[in-house]
């Protein structure tokens, strides 16, 4: 089942070139914060067409209609990822800070302080994302108010329903396919301007090595920002959305 959603989120990913270039345009501009929310708006609404629709059934892309809508989800998935992963963080400095007084002292204790805090914080820090991500899945799911994103009760009901060991799985193989998609597109960009900068040198004697270095930065930056980013986007949004589907 978990191999079907990977099948459909890829196939769907790459619906709609055009859609994924307007994605791009957006991810380009996150650097002026605002725009990251429409990218966090846009991933809300991928997520709500999964978990309204099915694995393998016909769901279409989102469209980019309403940016005053798009924002105002994305500043509600801001909200419940913030508010989600907030404990672990002030958990894990406190220990951080703790440990660090303590080695004042004793070295000893204060690494020993340090590590715990460390693996408490990492741990913390996956299940509250997990939870972040399933509980804007229910509020896609249900009447999309922000306490919906926070009913503990029901979270823990559809956690227990589809199992913390699928899920991790779940991430797992996703953290692998954002890998694999990546260096594949890496390896094959790198491998066509190898061969296009051996060419140009042995034509130009060199001279032209300089404009094809720059040429395939361009290239792979473009690549990258207009087709990799939101493909991947869309993917992780889309999967996040169908695994919810699986609670009984």
């Known amino acids: 089942m978990i191999l079907d959603i990977y099948k459909d989120a890829l196939e769907y990913s790459f619906q709609d070139g055009k859609r994924l270039v307007k994605l791009g345009i957006i991810c380009l501009f996150n650097f002026l914060i605002l725009p990251m929310f429409l990218e966090l708006g846009y991933s809300y609404r991928v997520i709500k067409v999964a978990v309204d629709g099915m694995i393998n059934g016909e769901d279409t ?3 980019f209609d309403d940016a005053i809508s798009m924002f105002i989800d994305g500043l509600k998935v801001f909200v419940v990822k913030f508010v989600y992963m907030i404990v ?8 951080m800070v703790i440990g660090k007084a303590v080695g004042g002292a004793s070295p000893t204790a204060g690494g020993i302080i340090t590590f715990i805090g460390a693996v408490i914080g990492i741990v913390l820090g996956i299940v509250c994302y997990i939870l972040s991500d399933l509980g804007i899945c229910h509020m896609a799911n249900g009447d999309e108010s922000l306490s919906t994103a926070f009913d503990y009760k029901a979270l823990r009901e559809i956690v227990d329903s589809i199992g913390w060991l699928r899920l991790i799985g779940f991430y797992i193989g996703l953290i692998v396919i954002r890998f694999v998609v990546v260096l594949i597109v890496a390896i094959v960009l790198g491998i066509i301007f190898t061969i296009l900068g051996v060419s140009v040198a042995a034509l130009t004697a060199g001279a032209g090595i300089a404009g094809v270095v720059i040429l395939g ?5 473009a690549v990258f920002c207009f087709i990799v980013v939101p493909f991947l986007t869309i993917f992780e949004a889309r999967s996040i959305g169908l695994v919810y589907n699986l609670k009984e």
């Open 217 to 221: 930065f361009i290239v792979m930056f």
């Open 61 to 63: 892309l989102p469209n």
């Open 88 to 95: 672990p963080i002030i958990i894990f400095v406190i220990l």
